[in-house]
């Protein structure tokens, strides 16, 4: 199906696996884009066939025996910092921002700091969601890791932490190479998320991460995402070409799947924060939340 714009009035999902629109949008401003079941050719990248640890794993994180430190960025008064534990056992920094039965695990491009996901954090926390953001291992306050590139891990063990504090659904929500990171995860964790949310996803193995990326890319391993996904990414995005974005759309294996293009400005978290657009993605974000929480 060629784009086409979306109209003023709300339009009802549809939830028949062909992977159409249910965004509320003003004419023009957000784009209906191609995203059916259908097979499309496989990922560029391939995998290292590295398995070490399981983030399938459910177990709560060992108490910390030492205080996390505060955290030391603007927004972040109202932030409780942690430690906790990757699927791998790695110790990681992050900070807790909101409460509720909703856990949302905000998965940062890569190296960017966790300060940079507090406007996203902020933004969820206060409308009754529990957000997790972190450090990623080997970087910002986490700890050094003997597997580097064992993103998804990280993102594996935020799910066990927020189970443990006894959120019902989990949502994870990624930004460029945070969006491959938790894509792979998804496919591992057990019991699974509720739902993906990718905002500009680096799709292809490796992709704009500033040192090494473990596991397989998100084009290898959305065959195997079954649950809810939400993509969104900007038609001008000079990191992540539209034509990726609707790959990886047609590569997800869940039937229940969205694309939403943006037509200009910055990507990842800049959609919901300095576009023109913001209020649209943040519309088209607390929809898709509200959906897969039930």
């Avoid at 079941?37 to 025996?65: F, M, Y």
């Avoid at 926390?125 to 970087?139: I, S, T």
């Avoid at 190479?177 to 680096?202: H, N």
């Avoid at 090494?212 to 959305?222: C, L, S, T, V």
Wanted: aromatic residues 6%; hydrophobic residues 40%.
């Amino acid at each position: 199906m060629a784009d086409g714009t979306i109209g003023a009035e709300p339009v009802p999902n549809d939830r028949t696996g062909t992977g159409r629109w249910w965004v509320i949008a003003s004419v023009g401003a957000l784009v209906l884009a191609a995203c059916s079941s259908a097979s499309a050719p496989g990922s560029s990248g391939v995998s290292t066939g590295a398995t070490s640890g399981s983030p399938g794993a459910t177990q709560s994180s060992p108490a910390a025996t030492v205080t996390a430190p505060a955290l030391d960025c603007e927004g972040g008064a109202n932030a409780r910092a942690i430690w906790f534990r990757a699927a791998d056992g790695t110790r990681l920094y992050g900070a807790i921002i909101g409460s509720g039965r909703v856990g949302v695990v905000v998965a940062n491009d890569v190296p960017h700091p966790l300060c940079e996901t507090l406007t996203v954090a902020r933004f969820l926390g206060g409308r009754g969601n529990r957000v997790l953001v972190f450090d990623y291992r080997d970087r910002g306050n986490s700890d050094a890791s003997d597997a580097p590139g064992r993103l998804d891990q990280d993102v594996a063990g935020a799910v066990d932490e927020l189970r443990s504090r006894g959120v019902a659904r989990v949502i994870l929500l990624g930004s460029y190479a945070g969006v491959a990171a938790a894509v792979v995860a998804a496919t591992e964790i057990d019991p699974p998320v509720d739902g993906v949310i990718g905002i500009s996803p680096a799709a292809v193995r490796g992709q704009w991460v500033e040192g090494p990326f473990g596991p397989i890319g998100a084009f290898r391993a959305a065959p195997r995402l079954r649950v809810p996904a939400l993509y969104i990414t900007v038609r001008s995005d000079r990191y992540v070409p539209l034509g990726e974005a609707r790959q990886l759309c047609r590569l997800t294996a869940s039937p229940d799947k969205d694309l939403v293009v943006i037509p200009s400005g910055s990507g990842g978290f800049d959609t919901i924060d300095f576009s023109s657009y913001e209020g649209r993605v943040r519309d088209a974000i607390l929809s898709f939340v509200r959906h897969v929480a039930g």
